[in-house]
């Protein structure tokens, strides 16, 4: 965060906030989805983000799906971007809190609607299937 706050010094940010414990639950079933669609007899696009997700599992998480070592990383990341950002640029948004503060940090009228609030993980795993498989497995 130091190095977005050193090019950009003018710069708003919105840390997303959430239990840890929620967001471990998350990213496990995240990564579950991408180990099954990397199912080469189901495969049939290379998806542009899987190495930056690898990338992301092996610098900063030592390469593993791991309870207590993950949730440390993010609480890490919270607290650093924290310490690096200033107050009065700082906005830590929950999804579920809608539109009125983001809208409000940003300085924006809030648009009229609900606030697209989906992070289902049976939805996600759909979404990335859908974006890598065009057929049934082919068992062998």
């Known amino acids: ?17 959430r239990d840890p414990d929620d967001w471990f639950d998350s990213w496990q079933a ?3 989805a991408i180990d099954e669609v990397r199912d080469p007899g189901r495969i049939v696009r290379y998806h542009k983000d899987a190495p930056l997700l690898d990338a992301i599992l092996d610098r900063h998480l030592g390469g593993r799906i791991e309870r207590v070592a993950n949730i440390e990383f993010f ?16 906005l830590e948004f929950k999804v579920t809190d809608g539109w009125e ?3 409000r ?5 809030i648009p009229h609607g609900s606030f697209p609030c989906l992070n289902e993980r ?3 795993r759909s979404l990335l299937k859908a974006a890598l498989w065009t057929h049934d497995p082919i068992h062998v």
Do not use: I, Y
């Open 1 to 17: 965060s130091w190095h977005v706050m050193r090019t950009f010094p003018d710069a708003k940010v919105v840390l997303t906030t």
């Open 30 to 32: 995240l990564w579950s």
């Open 122 to 124: 049976e939805h996600t």
């Open 105 to 109: 940090f940003l300085g924006v009228d």
């Open 101 to 103: 503060p983001l809208c």
């Open 75 to 90: 609480k890490r990341h919270v607290d650093e971007v924290r310490r690096d950002v200033p107050a009065d640029r700082l």
